[in-house]
């Protein structure tokens, strides 16, 4: 009799760290939640590369030639960015995707996109 009440009272404690585990678990991720809006840097005239270090690894990013070339991008080093979405101040939280339009390092930007920049 008095293993199984040893056991049951191990098996509550269990369980009551447990509960405590999840509470503040759910707490964290509500607490991240809030937290994890920030402010969307300006990045137009920046290198590529700058984009991938200076936003959250966990960012969705969308990269796309914007010369009318439809080049792939590659080698981010190599290019600049000449429009971003959302514009820069905006909220900017972890289910946003960040979309860039970019060109070749040298390359100016075409006249339809500086007009239309976001």
Same mark, same amino acid.
């Given at each position: 009799?008095?293993? /199984? $009440?040893? !056991?049951?009272?191990?098996?509550?404690? =269990? +369980?009551?760290?447990?509960?405590?585990?999840?509470? @503040?678990?759910?707490?964290?991720?509500?607490? #991240?939640? %809030?937290?994890?809006?920030?402010?969307?840097? %300006? &990045? &137009?005239?920046?290198?590529?590369?700058?984009?991938?270090?200076? &936003?959250? /690894?966990?960012? /969705? +990013? #969308? !990269?796309? %030639?914007?010369?009318?070339?439809?080049?792939?991008?590659?080698?981010?080093? *190599?290019?600049?960015?000449?429009?971003?979405?959302?514009?820069?101040?905006?909220? &900017? #939280?972890?289910? $946003?995707?960040?979309?860039?339009?970019?060109? *070749?390092?040298? @390359?100016?930007?075409?006249?339809? !996109?500086?007009? =239309?920049?976001?």
């Amino acid at each position: 009799m008095r293993r /199984r $009440a040893v !056991v049951g009272a191990g098996a509550v404690l =269990a +369980l009551a760290a447990v509960a405590v585990t999840s509470t @503040e678990e759910t707490a964290r991720v509500a607490a #991240d939640g %809030d937290a994890g809006t920030r402010p969307m840097p %300006d &990045l &137009l005239g920046r290198g590529l590369w700058r984009v991938f270090t200076g &936003l959250d /690894r966990r960012t /969705r +990013l #969308d !990269v796309h %030639d914007v010369s009318g070339r439809d080049r792939r991008v590659l080698w981010p080093p *190599r290019w600049q960015v000449c429009t971003q979405y959302p514009a820069a101040g905006a909220g &900017l #939280d972890r289910r $946003a995707t960040v979309m860039i339009g970019v060109v *070749r390092k040298g @390359e100016t930007c075409p006249p339809r !996109v500086r007009t =239309a920049r976001r």
